[in-house]
């Protein structure tokens, strides 16, 4: 089960952290990531993270915005969003897909959060 939090309300050039809490015993043995659907949109991926830690990648129009990383210790992802522009307006999940490397389509992600609000105001 993923759960995620953190979003909230923000102006064009503000800072958010979002977080997913997983529970069980493997999640650091999962690839993780985050997608994102705005409205009248199809979900988009963001970002992702392979289980280590390692090999953070991103979708062109957040980078050098937003930071994935992760504490396993911890069960949890993180997304810091940084420079947030009105355009990343959207529903954020948290997924993780069944093996240790990276992915960046939706299809290769088992496991799904319910998503939090993010709202960028001008």
């Known amino acids: 089960q993923l759960i995620e939090s953190g979003g909230g309300s923000v102006q064009a050039g503000g800072s958010l952290t979002l977080s997913c809490t997983a529970s069980g015993r493997n999640f650091g043995s999962i690839a993780m990531g985050w997608f994102r659907q705005a409205p009248g949109k199809t979900r988009r991926f963001v970002a992702t993270?392979?289980?280590?830690?390692?090999?953070?990648f991103y979708t062109d129009s957040v980078k050098g915005r937003f930071t994935i990383s992760r504490d396993n210790a911890k069960n949890t992802l993180y997304l810091h969003m940084n420079d947030l522009k009105e355009e990343d307006t959207a529903v954020y999940y948290c997924?993780?897909?069944?093996?240790?490397?990276?992915?960046?389509?939706?299809?290769?992600?088992?496991?799904w959060g319910r998503g939090t609000q993010v709202t960028v105001s001008p």
């Open positions: 997924a993780g897909r069944r093996v240790a490397t990276i992915g960046v389509r939706s299809e290769l992600f088992d496991y």
């Open positions: 993270i392979s289980s280590l830690g390692a090999t953070p």
